[in-house]
């Protein structure tokens, strides 16, 4: 990701999403839409669509917001669009894989007793998955509120706006859930802060709750 070296975690974060049109048991949403603000100013933004319907295209995408209005999007291959100008492809060098990927790296090392074997550290691994779990966190102390354009609080981040009404689009008029007649799952905006890796504010209690399960009697 593009986020600057030293965001160490996001400050603020919430999700909204649902599990739609599958009559189940399942708690995991089907329908998600994240984002995270960090210190600097920087944020991520996360959505999954995963109901299948007519006309449904499978898309894993990624875009990057430059300072100067440019936008990079793709997933392998990357595309520029610089205000202005036509959309130009970049040549960018391929990244070293280690045989097996991460998982296989991450073996590797343990059976040869060397950590630097690994792609990666724990502390790494760790600071990658934190935004993750945050905004999983806001999601599962959310509220319903009807499935609707409103449902999204996002203040005066515009960009967040924009993103949840898109997916929200394809929800409705691709998916065809029906408005008003289902739930969104609301999150609340959870505040976060990096040093002590604890929640703050509006929430707190029940979110650090969620930070780690108790532990075993005698452990």
Same mark, same amino acid.
């Given at each position: 990701?593009?986020?600057?070296?030293?965001?160490? /975690?996001?400050?603020?974060?919430?999700?909204?999403?649902?599990?739609?049109?599958?009559?189940?048991?399942?708690?995991?949403?089907?329908?998600? +839409?994240?984002?995270?603000?960090?210190?600097?100013?920087?944020?991520?933004?996360?959505?999954?669509?995963?109901?299948?319907?007519?006309?449904?295209?499978?898309?894993?995408?990624?875009?990057?917001?430059?300072?100067?209005?440019?936008?990079?999007?793709?997933?392998?291959?990357?595309?520029?669009?610089?205000?202005?100008?036509?959309?130009?492809?970049? $040549?960018?060098?391929?990244?070293?894989?280690?045989?097996?990927?991460?998982?296989? !790296?991450?073996?590797?090392?343990?059976? @040869?007793?060397?950590?630097?074997?690994?792609?990666?550290? *724990?502390?790494? !691994? /760790?600071?990658?998955?934190?935004?993750? /779990?945050?905004? $999983?966190?806001?999601?599962?102390?959310?509220?319903?509120?009807?499935?609707? *354009?409103?449902?999204?609080? +996002?203040?005066?981040?515009?960009?967040?706006?924009?993103?949840? =009404?898109? =997916?929200?689009?394809?929800?409705?008029?691709? @998916?065809?859930?029906?408005?008003?007649?289902?739930?969104?799952?609301?999150?609340?905006?959870?505040?976060?802060?990096?040093?002590?890796?604890? +929640?703050?504010?509006?929430? *707190?209690?029940? *979110?650090? @709750? =969620?930070?780690?399960?108790?532990?075993?009697?005698? +452990?």
């Amino acid at each position: 990701w593009a986020i600057d070296d030293d965001q160490i /975690h996001p400050t603020r974060a919430m999700a909204i999403g649902g599990r739609f049109n599958w009559d189940d048991q399942g708690q995991t949403p089907n329908t998600m +839409f994240a984002v995270a603000e960090y210190p600097n100013g920087q944020s991520v933004m996360f959505n999954v669509r995963n109901v299948n319907h007519k006309g449904y295209e499978r898309q894993v995408y990624n875009e990057y917001y430059l300072e100067d209005g440019s936008k990079i999007t793709g997933e392998g291959t990357y595309t520029i669009h610089r205000p202005g100008k036509v959309p130009e492809k970049l $040549n960018l060098d391929k990244g070293k894989v280690t045989s097996g990927g991460n998982w296989g !790296a991450f073996i590797a090392a343990v059976r @040869a007793g060397d950590p630097n074997m690994a792609n990666g550290t *724990a502390m790494e !691994a /760790h600071r990658g998955c934190v935004v993750g /779990h945050l905004m $999983n966190n806001s999601y599962r102390l959310g509220s319903q509120l009807p499935f609707n *354009a409103k449902a999204g609080r +996002f203040g005066d981040n515009k960009d967040a706006s924009k993103h949840f =009404l898109e =997916l929200h689009e394809v929800t409705s008029g691709g @998916a065809g859930v029906p408005e008003d007649k289902a739930s969104y799952t609301v999150g609340p905006w959870l505040t976060f802060d990096p040093q002590t890796e604890r +929640f703050t504010g509006e929430k *707190a209690d029940a *979110a650090n @709750a =969620l930070l780690k399960d108790p532990n075993n009697k005698g +452990f």
